[in-house]
């Protein structure tokens, strides 16, 4: 079972837009999606003929020129002139900019901030080091302190057993009379 496919090639008609806003920034555009516009394609010439029918068996259409030919098109508009216009009409760069100046702001305003940070850890870095050698010096101090102690402790107990040894009646009034406290 076969089937002939049958093709049939007709120019389309504009689409009529009734429907359409003005977008802010001027350019006409449908209702239904703020951006489209609609473009017709270009119109038939005259030299361009409709023969019967093609070797499928559908009829054809055949064209004395490029279909698509910016220099012949409808009412001689170039057409990527046409888009560069609409483009540049729909693209607003404000926006763009703003954003483009907030970021560079805030950037700026991040390097300055992490340069602080990295200043402010370098001098707690130093303020370590500084409280680590201060710390040193105060537990070799606590240590020379100690042993003076110590030694004045044992300077004190020999003189105490000495003196009790050599006046043992003034030691015990003296004793009775100003009690040690670990007595």
Known sequence: MSSARVLYNHPTLPIDMAGTNKSPYGVATPS??????????????????TSGVSSTGGPTFSGGSSDYDSSGGASGIDLMELLNDRLTGSFDPIPL?????????TSGALNAKHRELLALQAEAQ???????????????????????????????????SKTERKYPKQYKMAKDRCPSPSD
């Open 126 to 160: 130093r303020r370590l080091v500084s409280s680590r050698a201060n710390f040193a010096d105060g537990v070799k101090a606590a240590k020379e302190v100690k042993r003076d102690l110590e030694w004045t402790q044992k300077r004190v107990n020999a003189l105490k």
């Open 32 to 49: 239904y999606h703020p951006r489209t516009t609609s473009i017709s394609p270009p119109e038939v010439a005259d030299s361009a003929t």
């Open 97 to 105: 900019d703003r954003s483009l100046a907030t970021q560079a702001q």
